[in-house]
Every structure is written in structure tokens, then in C-alpha cells.
């Protein structure tokens, strides 16, 4: 596999696509650490960490959904920066996802944050994903 952030967004899109609420994804320190991030602003319901008998572990990541109308709470998942070509941004050029209403998932020297916690922290790096 070339692009493990790839294969973890992939996931997560075909399981809301099939209506499932739990998926389990291969772990890395940067899918955990965007685990968190989808987590933090409320575009997942809830994730563990597993510790399996081989070194890498599991991510299950439980989805979130509509009550009433059984919506994704992800309606578009989409990775912006590829291992063929990395896209960075410096904290003044920070991207914005539907004017605000979605998130850019940034990679940086603070750590993995979206693209309103890069603001504050006034720090730039490489644009992983947009969510919206």
C-alpha cells in the first residue's frame, strides 16, 4: 500500500456508504491522530484503540448518522495532498472548506489539527484531507 491515508479515508467513505456504524481501520500514530480531530468536531460518533497481537493495532471508529433522516454526518471526504504530489500551506494561505462550513485536516509541527486550530496557532504544513 503507497498511501495509507488514502486506504483510511476510503474506508470510512465506503462504510457510510453502506450504512455501517462501526468500521475498523489498520492504526498509524497520523490515522489516530485524525480519528481525533473527526472526533473532536463531531464528525464521528465515537472511536476506541486496539491493541491486536501484531505491533499495528486497530482504529474502530464509530460513524455518525442523521436520527431522522439517516444522513452522514460525513457527506464528502477527500484527500488533498497524495505521496505523488504534497500540498502544503503556510498559516497565512490556510484553506477553507465551503467557506468554514467544512474542515481542512492539516498536518504541522503542533501536531495533527484542522484548519482553524492552525489559524490560531498562526502555523502552516501539509493539507491531508478536506471533510465537509
Known amino acids: 500500500m503507497t498511501d495509507p491515508i488514502a486506504d ?4 470510512l467513505r465506503n462504510a457510510l456508504a453502506a450504512k455501517h456504524r ?19 468536531k ?7 484503540f486496539e491493541d491486536t497481537d501484531n505491533k499495528q493495532g486497530v482504529i ?9 433522516t439517516k ?6 471526504i477527500k484527500r488533498v495532498s497524495k505521496p505523488g ?5 503556510t498559516a497565512d494561505n490556510l484553506p477553507r472548506v465551503i467557506n468554514g462550513l467544512g474542515i481542512a485536516i ?11 486550530e492552525a489559524r490560531t496557532l498562526n502555523v502552516g504544513g501539509e493539507v491531508l484531507c478536506f471533510v465537509s
Open 42 to 48: 463531531g464528525y464521528i460518533l465515537n472511536y476506541k
Open 60 to 68: 474502530k471508529v464509530a460513524l455518525k448518522y442523521d436520527a431522522v
Open 106 to 116: 492539516i498536518s504541522t509541527s503542533h501536531g495533527v489539527v484542522s484548519d482553524k
Open 8 to 11: 483510511y479515508l476510503t474506508r
Open 85 to 89: 504530489l504534497r500540498k502544503y500551506a
Open 71 to 76: 444522513i452522514p454526518a460525513i457527506r464528502e
Open 22 to 40: 462501526i468500521v475498523e481501520i489498520p492504526a498509524s500514530n497520523v490515522k489516530k491522530a485524525i480519528t481525533k480531530v473527526l472526533f473532536e
